[in-house]
């Protein structure tokens, strides 16, 4: 049997956290009604909702919503958007695809489409923010040509003290 990939394994953890939201979903307020296609501001909304954070980045946020349409999954994309707006707190299992690239394009910043896959942004995933207090997600050089060969300059961590 061979071991699951790190990809497998985000996407599970990606799925159980969605599962987690579900119960945090039920005491929110209603998300806006649509009177037309989805919004940027609506597809944020959504995307809160969907992910648990609030400090989502519009740019991020405005790049994978234009993936989606581009792609045709408006019409799955606003099904989701009614699905979760009308108090439902999972949204239906046919919408499952629709929330895999969603999230897909806010943890990972690509999101597969058929057998193409787009590239939504690097740095402001949220993938790197379990370990943006130590270690940020690099998106550029860090130095001079060669600079990693020399070993890392080492000093105290911060530790947090006991009880925060």
């Given at each position: 049997?061979t071991?699951?990939?790190?990809?497998?394994?985000?996407?599970?953890?990606?799925?159980?956290?969605?599962?987690?939201?579900?119960?945090?979903?039920?005491?929110?307020?209603?998300?806006?009604?649509?009177?037309?296609?989805?919004?940027?501001?609506?597809?944020?909304?959504l995307?809160?909702?969907l992910?648990?954070?609030?400090?989502?980045?519009?740019?991020?946020?405005?790049?994978?919503?234009?993936?989606?349409?581009?792609?045709?999954?408006?019409?799955?994309?606003?099904?989701?958007?009614?699905?979760?707006?009308?108090?439902?707190?999972?949204?239906?299992?046919?919408?499952?695809?629709?929330?895999?690239?969603?999230?897909?394009?806010?943890?990972?910043?690509?999101?597969?489409?058929?057998?193409?896959?787009?590239?939504?942004?690097?740095?402001?995933?949220?993938?790197?923010?379990?370990?943006?207090?130590?270690?940020?997600?690099?998106?550029?050089?860090?130095?001079?040509?060669?600079?990693?060969?020399?070993?890392?300059?080492?000093?105290?961590?911060?530790?947090?003290?006991?009880?925060?």
């Amino acid at each position: 049997m061979t071991p699951p990939t790190r990809r497998a394994v985000m996407g599970g953890m990606i799925v159980l956290y969605t599962l987690a939201l579900a119960r945090i979903a039920l005491a929110q307020a209603p998300l806006t009604p649509l009177s037309g296609p989805i919004t940027p501001d609506a597809f944020l909304d959504l995307s809160r909702r969907l992910t648990g954070h609030d400090d989502l980045s519009p740019v991020l946020g405005a790049r994978i919503l234009g993936v989606l349409t581009e792609t045709g999954q408006a019409q799955p994309l606003r099904d989701l958007y009614l699905a979760v707006s009308e108090g439902g707190a999972m949204p239906p299992m046919e919408d499952a695809d629709i929330l895999h690239q969603i999230l897909h394009g806010w943890y990972l910043g690509r999101i597969t489409v058929g057998d193409r896959t787009h590239l939504t942004g690097f740095e402001e995933t949220l993938m790197g923010r379990v370990t943006a207090d130590i270690l940020p997600l690099r998106s550029y050089c860090g130095g001079a040509m060669g600079f990693w060969a020399a070993p890392p300059a080492t000093g105290p961590l911060p530790l947090r003290e006991e009880g925060q």
